[in-house]
């Protein structure tokens, strides 16, 4: 299982340098068919709009935040997990599963144009917040280096989870011998239930390569 970071513009480089490193026979992803398909249908639709919200502030001589600009772009991105692993299967005709709930999905994005209205990218771009994915690393450093928990595993996650290692042991029926790799969110390794412990996986962070047991 490698743990990763959401929308982190280091994530690409390093996700490639661990697919490398591994090179499993068998990719499975937290990502939804559903997330995947409104990205691909509706992504470039919402960054013209956050593009031209930018435009807009700089033309009357408004700060624009720049961090916060990539992080909201980066929402609209494809997700590099995504675009990474489907390079390597192709490259290597190594298979690519697609493993989260739509379901989830589905009631995010249905409020993405609520989360990006004029108004809301306005204040993100004006504002002095720091980026969720730089909350994101702080988070995690400080669960791996510290072990200090600052967010919860919450009942959606261990649905997420009961439904993604269901799927991967069905996989693992079919691809019988094959080498296994599990691309999650970095808090998905914790896993208090143990939904992922049949598997006996090794798990990694993939900013400092940590082994977790």
């Known amino acids: 299982m490698l743990g990763v970071i959401h929308r982190d513009e280091e994530g690409p480089a390093l996700l490639k340098s661990w697919l ?35 435009e807009r502030l700089r033309e009357k001589g408004e700060l624009c935040n720049k961090e916060n600009l ?64 730089n909350q994101e690393k702080t988070m995690a450093r400080l669960y791996f280096e510290k072990g200090i928990k600052t967010s919860s595993y919450d009942r959606e996650m261990y649905i997420r989870d009961r439904y993604m290692s269901a799927k991967i042991k069905d996989l693992m029926r079919h691809h019988r011998d094959g080498r296994f790799l599990h691309v999650c969110g970095w808090q998905h390794l914790q896993d208090p239930v143990n939904l992922y412990g049949p598997f006996n996986p090794t798990k990694v962070f993939f900013h400092d390569k940590a082994f977790c047991f």
């Open 70 to 133: 990539v992080s909201l772009r980066l929402y609209m991105d494809m997700p590099y997990e995504y675009d990474v692993a489907s390079r390597f299967g192709a490259e290597h005709e190594v298979p690519v599963y697609l493993m989260d709930m739509d379901f989830f999905s589905y009631v995010k994005l249905r409020a993405v144009d609520d989360l990006l209205s004029e108004e809301n990218i306005e204040n993100a771009l004006t504002g002095a917040d720091r980026p969720i994915v």
């Open 20 to 54: 490398d490193r591994i090179r499993p026979d068998v990719v499975t992803l937290e990502l939804s068919r559903y997330g995947v398909r409104f990205r691909r249908e509706r992504g470039e639709e919402y960054k013209r709009r956050i593009d031209r919200i930018a």
